[in-house]
């Protein structure tokens, strides 16, 4: 979040969406805190799931301590409790995991509920649901960062370069595969 010293500095919004344990969002508000001038921040993390906002709430409220009063805490299905047009930026975790993969994954006994992983045959139902949903909920300029599967990172440039996103590009993460597409909305 580059800021502008001779502007005034205006509130930034952001969502974690599919928030989990909040750990995304958590570590976002952590490097603002600790690297930026504007620390005027509110977060809205949201996940269809209560347990996990209990989790994600929990979570921040060990480690944020009093900053975890910026944080507003929703649950509901990917954007569908936000108002269009709130946010600068929205981070993104979803269920991205083709089923078989999943399948393939629970079996060596991790904690992981299957919702938090499967994200339908070829991993992009929540995220086909999910961007038309981000495009309302941006605010012009708006910025996107989406997690995603080294299977579907391409085909979710795509369906964001479809949906009218631009500046559409992913990165690697450190084992060399494509994990994390941003994009901005015009």
Known sequence: IK??????????????ICTGSGCIGISVYLEILNNCKNKDVHFVF??????????????????LAENAQNISFVQGDLLEPVKPNTFDFILTNPPYVP?????ELLKDGRSEPRL???????????????????WQAL???????????????????????KSGFADVKT??????????TQARKP
Do not use: C, H, W
């Not at 800021?3 to 974690?16: F, G, H, V, W």
């Not at 089923?99 to 399948?103: F, Q, V």
């Not at 938090?116 to 981000?134: F, K, N, T, Y």
């Not at 990165?171 to 994390?180: C, E, I, S, T």
């Open 116 to 134: 938090a992983l499967d994200g339908g045959s070829d991993g992009l139902d929540l995220i086909r649901r999910m961007i038309p949903q981000v």
């Open 99 to 103: 089923s078989k993969i999943t399948d």
């Open 46 to 63: 949201t996940d269809i799931s209560k347990d996990a906002l209990a989790v994600a709430q929990k979570n921040a409220q060990n480690i």
């Open 3 to 16: 800021q502008n010293d001779t502007k005034t500095q205006a509130k930034i919004e952001i969502a974690d």
């Open 171 to 180: 990165f690697n993460d450190l084992g060399g595969q494509p994990r994390v």
């Open 139 to 161: 605010n012009k300029n708006g910025i996107l960062l989406i997690e995603t599967g080294e299977y579907n990172a391409a085909e979710t440039r795509t369906i964001l370069e």
